[in-house]
């Protein structure tokens, strides 16, 4: 008995024994403070890691700390975007706390930033062969904003079509050479997730806050490689920002031009639960409204014209879980505007449009020996009403359209190191597009409806090559299969106004099945590790949207039929580009492109006509021509002083119809060498924004040379009395002061009250003025 309760007793002692030796290996721990080397400011979110999965974020104080960790050998990295990496070997001894401080210095330019789109893999912008530009949130806050799309318009080679600013129900942004008419030629991602609509290819850029973007990737060039449809001219990425402190948040009013007044709300936390665990969320909300203006030129205007108003409000959750390696985070939003459209007969708010819009996110990512992944799954709801009054030759029409947009996908991606030399990416998409639309008017018996689907399946794959630290190649290829069906356009009940137009009913429309290979090759060579040259080719490719498969009704000029077997627009895109950084502080980079699209989309005449209180043409979108885009773009930046920079881009382009095919000498004209719409020739930025003490100040200058005005590139004798839009600049300012907590700032968005017009000749708002004051907590 005593030698069995000895023998406990040993056991018990080794135990304890062995539970201390334990506990005193895993007792050491790193920790410290981290600064800007130039200004001596905190930095928060800063990445501390000694290992993939193992490490800390800077609090808003700097501070950053690694608990229990085992005694050895370490090399730590220190990261953050807009800083150089830091990497430092340690040595942690047994029971030794280390104090570490850490002085990061500002990356000069952005091609030592991280970019994620262009590549779905974590590479520096100098790592990727193909032209990249990332907008951070230090350029963010210098920028003279009221909306995200204006945060794109000092880019090179980046058109925007936002013509009565706020006012505006709808903006377009394009990118290389396309028709600036045409959203659904490049894709928008919202922290992956695309959000151009299946029915228009449009996004609505009033739904985003400048106040929740982080930063923004442009990736410029086809991208369907990777994301397929919508991505010809290129893919922007807008990132939101992710709590990184315990409990922080901001409340701002702003007020300005045309009695226009809106406030920001943003609360956010992020929870530490262990050195790997921690729970994070953020809440936010927007609010607008503006009495507007006149948008119609004076020849234009009616006994009904009104001002253009705008009225915009929404809310978006973010709730996320780190646990080590691993990440779980939801999105929900909702958002409503009202848009004014500048005329009223009867109706107490006249006409005008209005988008309901419900969205949910979900993602989940994470990394496992060399594997990591990313799995996310989106659902969009958009219910858009307009509302049309009209007063002609003593005739009132009135009717709404109704139409329920609903976009939903799954899309995974997967990518695992090989050896040395290769990363590959690879991943499946499922999307689901449709619409449910109905034109309902009171002032007669008719109903049209028109509805439509679309699934879209996708395998991609893609490998990057570092065949040195010099030389590196990627390549890629997508498969996309796609079904339209369940199409239809009826008019119920049709008066005899409508009758003509009842022999374009389609009440059971076939199904259509296209598909769509998109590869990709690129390389590039370092000549230094400040000098680099990139040569590639992309396919991209454009499906039909769902308006065109199964929407007839008016368009402008005539009345358009619905066509169910357009197929996908696609453009072949060689590509040739360099970049050099001189003395740490002067960026260059010039590129190169050349294009050639085929089977873009245009209306032909069918040869009918239809009476529409008064007699049209009728047209129907078809598959005829073919375009060839080259063009070249320049840019530049220089950092005078770590508070000083000035900067500058110019852009050409060319953008040509090759090669049309007319099925109807005797009725459509030939657009053979005709240039494309909406696109200028020439684009140029210059600016400079500046830090000090009294007032932080940047002031851009844009120009945004001359566009044919039709496709024809005749004489518009309605409108304009040219051949073109007129050439135009812009000059636009903002001033910024933090005391303390409190954030005071004004924009200035077209200092000169320069003027120019849609293609409806309806006036910008000229100089538009927006003040601001917050509120840090």
Same mark, same amino acid.
């Given at each position: ?291 507007? !203006?006149? =948008?119609?030129? $004076?020849?234009?205007?009616?006994? *009904?014209?009104?001002?253009?108003? /705008?009225? #915009? @409000?929404? &809310? ?104 040395? !030399?290769? =990363?590959?990416? $690879?991943?499946?998409?499922?999307? *689901?597009?449709?619409?449910?639309? /109905?034109? #309902? @008017?009171? &002032? ?334």
């Amino acid at each position: 008995m005593n030698i069995y309760l000895k023998n406990i007793l040993n056991t018990f002692i080794i135990c304890v024994l062995l539970s201390v030796i334990t506990i005193t290996s895993y007792a050491q721990s790193i920790s410290g403070n981290i600064s800007d080397i130039k200004s001596s400011k905190t930095i928060p979110g800063v990445n501390v890691l000694i290992k993939s999965s193992i490490g800390a974020t800077s609090d808003a104080q700097g501070n950053y700390k690694i608990s229990n960790i085992k005694a050895g050998e370490y090399t730590l990295k220190v990261s953050c975007i807009g800083y150089e990496e830091i990497k430092k070997k340690v040595v942690a001894k047994e029971n030794e706390n280390i104090t570490l401080n850490f002085l990061l210095t500002p990356s000069t330019v952005m091609m030592n930033e991280v970019v994620i789109s262009s590549t779905k893999t974590e590479n520096l912008v100098k790592d990727v062969p193909q032209r990249v530009q990332l907008i951070t949130a230090k350029q963010i806050e210098t920028i003279p904003a009221n909306t995200v799309d204006d945060l794109l318009a000092y880019s090179p080679m980046v058109n925007i079509s936002r013509p009565f600013g706020v006012l505006s129900s709808k903006s377009t942004v394009t990118m290389r050479g396309l028709s600036g008419k045409e959203q659904s030629r490049t894709l928008v991602l919202v922290d992956g997730i695309p959000v151009n609509k299946s029915d228009g290819g449009t996004v609505n850029w009033n739904l985003y806050d400048v106040d929740n973007v982080e930063r923004i990737e442009v990736i410029k060039g086809p991208g369907s490689s990777l994301y397929g449809g919508n991505a010809m001219g290129g893919v922007i990425n807008i990132i939101s920002k992710k709590p990184i402190e315990k409990f922080a948040g901001s409340a701002s009013i702003e007020g300005g031009t045309y009695n226009t007044f809106g406030g920001h709300l943003n609360m956010n936390g992020k929870q530490t639960l262990t050195n790997k665990n921690s729970f994070y969320w953020r809440l936010s909300g927007q609010y607008l409204q503006s009495d507007g !203006y006149i =948008t119609q030129d $004076s020849i234009n205007r009616t006994p *009904y014209t009104v001002k253009s108003t /705008s009225q #915009i @409000y929404g &809310t978006v959750l973010k709730t996320g879980y780190d646990f080590g390696k691993n990440n779980i985070e939801l999105n929900a939003s909702y958002f409503v505007d009202n848009m004014g459209t500048g005329e009223k007969v009867y109706q107490e708010d006249g006409n005008f449009t209005e988008h309901d819009t419900y969205q949910l996110m979900a993602k989940y990512k994470g990394e496992r020996n060399k594997t990591k992944w990313n799995i996310s799954g989106y659902y969009l709801l958009e219910n858009y009403i307009k509302v049309n009054e009209y007063l002609k030759d003593n005739l009132y029409t009135l009717y709404d359209v109704a139409s329920a947009r609903t976009d939903l996908g799954f899309l995974s991606t997967v990518t695992r190191n090989f050896g040395k !030399y290769n =990363t590959i990416t $690879s991943g499946i998409d499922i999307k *689901y597009g449709s619409v449910d639309a /109905s034109d #309902i @008017y009171y &002032t007669s018996t008719d109903q049209v409806d028109n509805a439509g689907k679309m699934n879209t399946y996708a395998l991609f794959v893609q490998d990057e090559i570092n065949l040195t630290t010099k030389f590196k190649i990627v390549g890629g290829l997508r498969y996309d299969y796609a079904k339209f069906y369940d199409g239809l356009f009826n008019i119920e009940n049709p008066s005899s106004a409508m009758s003509n137009m009842s022999i374009y009913n389609q009440p059971q429309m076939e199904n259509k099945t296209w598909s769509a290979l998109s590869p990709k090759i690129a390389t590039q060579y370092k000549i230094s590790n400040d000098f680099r040259t990139y040569v590639s080719y992309s396919k991209g490719f454009r499906p039909s949207v769902l308006d065109d498969l199964c929407r007839s009704g008016r368009v402008k000029g005539g009345f358009k039929v619905a066509n169910p077997a357009l197929e996908p627009e696609y453009i072949d895109n060689y590509e040739l580009g360099s970049d050099i950084t001189l003395f740490k502080k002067l960026f260059v980079a010039l590129t190169g492109y050349y294009s050639l699209g085929k089977d873009f989309m245009y209306y032909v005449s069918t040869g009918e006509k239809i009476d529409l209180g008064g007699e049209k043409d009728v047209f129907v979108r078809e598959n005829i021509s073919k375009v060839e885009i080259y063009g070249v773009e320049a840019e530049a930046n220089y950092e005078i002083t770590p508070k000083l920079t000035i900067f500058g881009n110019y852009a050409y382009t060319h953008s040509q119809i090759k090669d049309h095919i007319v099925k109807n000498p005797s009725i459509d004209s030939n657009l053979t060498k005709k240039y494309l719409t909406d696109v200028p020739t020439n684009m140029a930025v210059a600016g400079f924004s500046w830090k000090n003490r009294i007032v932080n100040m940047s002031v851009f200058c844009r120009y945004t040379g001359e566009m044919w005005i039709n496709d024809l590139n005749s004489y518009d004798d309605k409108y304009f009395m040219a051949y073109k839009y007129p050439s135009y600049y812009t000059v636009d300012a903002k001033l910024s002061k933090e005391i303390g907590k409190l954030m005071l700032g004004i924009s200035i968005q077209n200092i000169t009250d320069q003027k120019y017009w849609d293609s409806k000749k309806a006036v910008c708002p000229g100089r538009f003025v927006m003040g601001k004051i917050g509120y840090k907590f």
